[in-house]
């Protein structure tokens, strides 16, 4: 191939044209949004301008902190957020147990991913909690079903931490008490994020910027960026045809002898991941790879070490398939031919590995 197919947008999806332009645009304008003189104020003014769009383009009506990413936000409410337990689901990205603590609760999931909802209860017993449940799966695409989980939460008179990396920009997003989201998830730049907190009485402030509730100069073209990428609605658009194209893709994939993950569960139109029994990830991404086509093991943040997936392993998928499992993942322009093409050298490596 002369072209290459990226089909790892779970990861990180390219930057769009708008959030190019609206990063060139405020980097113009570099002075620190801190400082009290006039080029100051105007870099403070972009910044609230992009907190705002922002604010609007997600249906936040609340308190929005910037930060450098998702992760971040995560800590920044798993360290602070002002009531004694800690519970997590145990299919959550690997920073949510390290930010949580090792004293947190860990919830289970069904066959499907779903969260145990009579387990959640029975924490929520305990006494005011964080509960950290994101809303879909990076590795799955498996959806959490949001008001069953809030109507819990309430009721107990807890607060829910969402991770929605995978869903901002792209479905809706739930009445949470905290939501973490990453620009670089959804056409922005890597490096920058926003915790949105729905009462920022109940986050404990640590001082210095944004507030007084996280320290650092502020990232202005960064949250430029952002907002120009949510105000796109690139991915929010595109979603409807993403979802036929994700079936065509689980279509070609199980009739190449691969088996669906979490097939019969409610999944974003974006995340797919597959197990191609009897072939090892790193053989099949290897051959992928030299094929041309940019997919991977599951998490970024964990794929390098191709180390067993902790999420198919609380699903209890055998462990012969979550060491044969890829994840495929689209962003707003991927096409069908990339699509057809992805397939037809999955196909031919399948047909390799049944002559072997």
């Known amino acids: 191939m002369t072209t290459r197919i990226y089909l790892d947008h779970a990861a990180t999806t390219p930057v769009l044209p708008a959030a190019r332009a609206a990063m060139a645009d405020a980097l113009a304008r570099w002075a620190n949004p801190s400082s009290p003189h006039a080029d100051g104020r105007a870099a403070r003014a972009l910044l609230e301008e992009a907190r705002a769009a922002i604010a609007a383009a997600l249906g ?70 964080l509960l950290a449940i994101q809303l879909v799966n990076n590795e799955t695409g498996v959806i959490q079903p949001a008001e069953a989980i809030l109507k819990r939460v309430r009721a107990a008179g807890s607060l829910w931490l969402a991770d929605c990396a995978q869903a901002a920009g792209k479905i809706e997003l739930p009445d949470a008490d905290f939501i973490a989201v990453s620009a670089h998830k959804l056409g922005g730049p890597p490096g920058v994020g926003v915790l949105l907190v729905r009462d920022i009485a109940v986050l404990e402030p640590s001082g210095g910027q944004e507030r007084g509730y996280r320290r650092g100069t502020q990232d202005v073209p960064g949250a430029a960026a952002f907002a ?43 995340i797919g991941a597959v197990a191609l029994p009897g072939l090892a990830s790193a053989s099949l991404l290897v051959q992928l790879d030299l094929a041309g086509f940019s997919v991977s093991a599951g998490s970024a943040c964990s794929s390098g070490s191709l180390k067993p997936s902790h999420v198919l392993a609380a699903m209890g998928i055998a462990p012969d398939l979550t060491t ?30 049944r002559a072997a």
């Open 60 to 129: 936040w009506p609340h308190d929005i902190i910037l930060t450098s990413g998702a992760s971040e936000a995560i800590t920044i409410a798993a360290a602070r957020a002002k009531v004694a337990g800690r519970i997590i689901g145990a299919t959550e990205h690997d920073v949510v147990p390290f930010a949580m603590g090792s004293g947190a609760t860990v919830l289970p999931v069904n066959q499907g991913g779903i969260i145990d909802l009579d387990a959640l209860e029975a924490a929520l017993a305990q006494g005011p909690a």
């Open 228 to 270: 120009a990428a949510l105000e796109s609605g690139a991915f929010r658009e595109a979603m409807p045809r993403l979802a036929l194209l994700r079936e065509r893709l689980s279509d070609g994939m199980r009739h190449a002898g691969a088996i669906v993950i979490a097939a019969n569960t409610p999944r974003i139109a974006t």
């Open 324 to 353: 044969s499992t890829i994840r495929i993942s689209f962003g707003p322009h991927t096409s069908d031919a990339e699509v057809d093409a992805f397939l037809a050298a999955f196909r031919a490596i399948a047909e390799r590995r």
